[in-house]
């Protein structure tokens, strides 16, 4: 069967992603990136999850406390300072991280992820990703500012060297009006 992008994004990180890992959710937005990832880690690992957006913060925070999960820092600043957060004297290893891009649903459609703080979000982790682990992004692109964000990201994603990555895209290509894919980043 083909799977959906949602479907298939969580696919790629639970063939991935190992109990007791630290993971990553650049987008929180309402959370279920985030309650999908603190369930895969388990109550050893552990889920940064990121979002500029008091309500997405607020959002999550309600779907974590109604799932009674723990396992999870909610992070009020931009995925591109992610490195703040990383333990640097403990060398800390990402097991994979997820991105959702674009904006909030039912929310203003002018706060949209950007191509420069995305990138160094990427770039950041890729560093600290364990080998074979995965950094997944969803790529909307149907709303303003989407194509910018798209074509940057693609452009980025393609320079990859094939030596030390293997990078996937999947979508649906006979689908109409912007539809979102999947971009799979792997370490090799
Ligand atoms: C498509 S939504 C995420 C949906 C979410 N994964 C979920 O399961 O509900 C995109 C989110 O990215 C957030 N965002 C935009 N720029 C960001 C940044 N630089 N760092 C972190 N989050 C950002 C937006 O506020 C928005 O909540």
């Known amino acids: ?10 696919h790629l990180l639970e063939s991935s992603v190992c109990e007791g890992e630290l993971v990553i959710d650049a987008t929180c937005g309402n959370g279920n990136d985030t309650l999908f990832l603190s369930k895969l880690v388990g109550k050893n690992g552990h889920v940064l999850a990121f979002d500029i957006q008091e ?3 607020v959002n999550t925070r309600e779907t974590l406390i109604n799932n009674g999960i723990s396992n999870v820092s909610l992070i009020h600043d931009s995925h591109a300072n992610l490195k703040d957060y990383l333990l640097k004297e403990e060398n800390q290893t990402i097991g994979g991280a997820i991105f959702n891009l674009g904006y909030l649903p039912r929310s203003d459609k002018k706060v949209i992820t950007k191509p420069e703080s995305t990138i160094t979000a990427i770039d950041t982790m890729i560093n600290s990703l364990k080998q074979n682990g995965l950094i997944v992004l969803v790529v909307y692109h149907g709303h303003e500012g989407g194509k910018e964000e798209k074509e940057a990201i693609l452009k980025h994603a393609i320079k990859l060297d094939q030596k030390e990555y293997n990078v996937l895209q999947y979508g649906f290509i006979n689908q109409k009006n912007n539809p979102p894919f999947i971009i799979a980043i792997q370490k090799k």
């Open 1 to 10: 069967m083909l799977e959906g992008i949602l479907k298939f994004s969580h």
């Open 55 to 57: 309500k997405a913060i």
